[in-house]
């Protein structure tokens, strides 16, 4: 596959495309991740520096089909969060592939975080992925319920990340096909 065949490739769930990243999406994403209620478990919503790196960095992931994609409503073009598979080193010494999710405040609570993350979960075992992850902090009830809808249980508590040591469930799925 060349690298624009690459960056075309699409991951279509009943509403969503979820497809990589581009520099034009900075505002659209600002409205996800820089949104102080949305962001209520993270250490602070991010700047419009942050989230232009987030989207540098996961469109170089992108050049392996991994990392967040954009997750945009079909209906009508507008981006509204993103999802998609990112490598973590944990400090258990295992790496391990994490699925994470985001979506924007006034989209939440309709099912798209549960179908995007459920469709990667399908593409990830059709590539031969033996176990998917995700690191949610167990206050974060709505991302549990996303992990716990796809089909994910509880398999660990840790300190995450490096600098934070705040605690997370680790939620993880095995491939049944392996
Ligand atoms: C987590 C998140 C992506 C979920 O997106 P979403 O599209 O609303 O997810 P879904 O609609 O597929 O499912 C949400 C579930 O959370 C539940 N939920 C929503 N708000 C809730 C709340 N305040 N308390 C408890 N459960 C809640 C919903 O009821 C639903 O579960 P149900 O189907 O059993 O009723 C979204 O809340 C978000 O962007 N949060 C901020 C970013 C974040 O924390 N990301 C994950 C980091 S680990």
Redesign the pocket.
């Known amino acids: 596959m060349t690298e624009n065949s690459i960056l075309d490739w699409v991951l279509r769930t009943p509403r969503l495309d979820l497809r990589p990243f581009q520099p034009g999406d900075v505002e659209a994403l600002e409205a996800?991740l820089g949104d102080p209620w949305?962001?209520?478990?993270?250490p602070a919503p991010f700047d419009r520096f942050k989230v232009s790196d987030w989207i540098a960095r996961n469109s170089e992931r992108a050049l392996e089909r991994m990392g967040l994609y954009a997750m945009v409503l079909r209906s009508s073009g507008e981006l509204i969060?993103d999802c998609g598979p990112v490598p973590q080193d944990l400090p258990n010494g295992k790496t391990e592939t994490e699925l994470?999710?985001?979506?924007?405040?006034d989209?939440?609570?309709?099912?798209?975080?549960?179908?995007a993350?459920s469709a990667w979960m399908g593409e990830m075992f059709g590539r031969g992925e033996a176990h998917l992850i995700?690191?949610?902090?167990p206050e974060?009830?709505?991302?549990?319920?996303?992990a716990?809808?796809i089909g994910m249980q509880i398999e660990e508590d840790i300190l995450w990340n490096a600098e934070l040591k705040w605690p997370h469930h680790i939620y993880g799925v095995s491939n049944p096909n392996r």
């Open positions: 996800v949305t962001m209520r478990y993270y969060g994470g999710w985001h979506v924007r405040r989209h939440q609570g309709r099912g798209y975080a549960t179908e993350a995700a690191l949610v902090r974060n009830r709505p991302s549990c319920r996303v716990e809808k």
